[in-house]
């Protein structure tokens, strides 16, 4: 299992810097590697999961994405193609494809009571939009839009993944302070700037 997961690592990295990507610049650094270690963390936490699962599903939550898909079903059925071609078998193919599916219905489900597997990848893929040049580079991919328009959809972002990606408690605990930061950096200022 662990050379068929080692084969997908660099296959994503390949298929995200493909210049056809909006994101190709920095989509895999920035992005993917950053969900693989705040995964990665986490499972410290939480090692009753699955290890393998987890790395399969950091590896393929955003496939759809970067070969430029909006369906979801064909989201599913050409990820779960992909992992076979990397040569993933059956038994592990479906529970992937399983995990996505759960994954992706974020907004209709409440993840926290998603399996563990899930409830890692989506808590660290919403973590990794609040670390690094994410918000940063939106305003750098959308020159068309006005500051209050970039402000306003990084807020949405940030909101999205505060409250329906990210759920383990604990992260949400630890992060409080970087959430305010970035709200009032979007424009959500408190009425007083100083507490004195």
């Given at each position: 299992m662990k050379d068929l997961i080692d084969k997908l690592k660099p296959e994503v990295e390949k298929l995200s810097h493909d210049e056809n990507f909006i994101h190709h610049k920095w989509f895999f650094k920035y992005h993917l590697e950053l969900v693989e270690r705040i995964s990665l963390e986490l499972y410290e936490?939480?090692?009753?999961?699955?290890?393998?699962?987890?790395?399969?599903?950091?590896?393929?939550?955003?496939?759809?994405?970067?070969?430029?898909?909006?369906?979801?079903?064909?989201?599913?059925?050409?990820?779960?193609?992909?992992?076979?071609e990397i040569g993933f078998e059956d038994s592990y193919v479906n529970r992937v494809i399983e995990l996505l599916n759960i994954f992706e219905s974020k907004m209709t489900m409440d993840l926290s009571e998603a399996p563990m597997e899930v409830r890692i990848v989506s808590t660290a893929d919403g973590v990794s939009h609040m670390f690094g040049p994410f918000y940063q580079i939106y305003w750098y991919e959308n020159p068309e839009m006005s500051v209050e328009e970039l402000m306003e959809s990084n807020m949405g972002k940030l909101k999205k993944d505060w409250d329906r990606k990210i759920v383990l408690p604990e992260v949400k605990e630890s992060l409080q302070e970087q959430y305010d930061f970035l709200r009032q950096s979007f424009g959500k200022i408190s009425k007083k700037i100083f507490n004195y």
């Open positions: 936490k939480y090692k009753d999961s699955d290890l393998d699962l987890i790395k399969g599903l950091i590896w393929i939550h955003d496939y759809g994405k970067i070969i430029g898909l909006k369906d979801d079903k064909e989201v599913l059925e050409r990820s779960r193609n992909f992992l076979y």
